[in-house]
């Protein structure tokens, strides 16, 4: 076995005392790069060009603070003993399907707030989420956290890995390596990513994009999750985001066959939202 290398700082720099982690880095690009798609794709459907900006100004912190809620729930055990430490989400203990959650209920008040149409904005979104999916998975690679089980460096070689992501698969604490289970997921999203560009020009029915990335992202995420060691757990061996992503999977099936069945006539993706009249009316009249 070669020798093993330090692992990658988690912290980035400091700003005086304050250190700046490399994961909280990486959310923030994520999120950003996210933003920017979706604007993008929003203003090019007659969305007014603030539109997502007022999305994300009430969705990133209520996302953050569900993501935060759901892994305590799943924890209660110990912050029930230790509820000091229930505000430290700094050291970390944040859930991705927590996020979804308070993101998705968020996007749906604030559509009917807009009067415009959730499952329209959804679609315009799910690329956008999986960017953020794909990016944040590596502020885990950084942090040597969200991997799998042992496995040999030699099983790591033949996936053909540059040997730095190697060497950061290597958990000293354990004295072994680990499946990269970070990568495989950041991959599967990748490819989830790609699907959903294509499926722009493909102009699906109105949701099916959203609904889609429901099922992409649950079916890849159950596999993976079954590879993990730092799980949430309901019950025993039942873990939250296998069952999460069982119904997600579901919903995103059911909703599919069903609006195909009994929506009529069909809306497409680039059918153009209603609720986006007024707003380039107002914009014509401040040009005269």
């Known amino acids: 076995m070669s020798s093993v290398v330090l692992a990658i700082n988690p912290v980035a720099f400091h700003l005086g005392p304050i250190p700046v982690n490399w994961y909280g880095i990486l959310i923030g690009l994520g999120i950003v790069l996210a933003y920017f798609l979706a604007q993008r794709e929003s203003m090019r459907h007659g969305y007014d060009s603030e539109y997502i900006a007022d999305l994300l100004i009430w969705a990133v912190p209520i996302s953050i603070l569900s993501a935060r809620i759901y892994y305590v729930t799943m924890k209660w055990d110990y912050y029930s003993q230790n509820p000091e430490r229930i505000i430290e989400i700094w050291n970390g203990g944040i859930a991705i399907h927590g996020a979804l959650i308070g993101a998705f209920?968020?996007?749906y008040l604030f559509t009917k707030k807009r009067k415009t149409s959730f499952l329209h904005l959804a679609d315009i979104a799910a690329p956008s989420i999986l960017i953020g999916q794909i990016i944040g998975r590596w502020g885990n690679f950084v942090?040597?956290?969200a991997y799998g089980g042992p496995v040999s460096r030699t099983f790591l070689e033949n996936l053909f890995l540059p040997n730095w992501i190697i060497e950061q698969m290597y958990i000293k604490e354990d004295g072994t390596y680990v499946h990269p289970t970070f990568l495989?997921?950041?991959?599967?999203?990748?490819?989830g990513?790609?699907?959903l560009l294509f499926a722009r020009k493909?102009?699906?029915r109105r949701g099916e994009m959203f609904f889609f990335?429901?099922?992409?992202?649950s079916f890849g995420r159950f596999f993976i999750e079954g590879l993990r060691t730092d799980s949430l757990y309901l019950v025993g061996d039942l873990r939250s985001a296998?069952?999460?992503?069982?119904l997600g999977f579901a919903i995103g099936l059911i909703c599919i066959i069903y609006r195909r069945m009994n929506v009529k006539p069909a809306v497409r993706y680039l059918d153009k939202d209603p609720g986006t009249k007024p707003a380039a009316k107002k914009k014509q009249n401040k040009k005269k």
């Open 105 to 107: 209920i968020v996007a």
């Open 143 to 145: 942090n040597q956290e």
């Open 184 to 191: 495989y997921e950041s991959l599967w999203n990748i490819i």
């Open 193 to 195: 990513f790609v699907i």
């Open 202 to 204: 493909w102009n699906w």
């Open 213 to 217: 990335y429901l099922m992409w992202y």
């Open 242 to 246: 296998q069952v999460v992503s069982i």
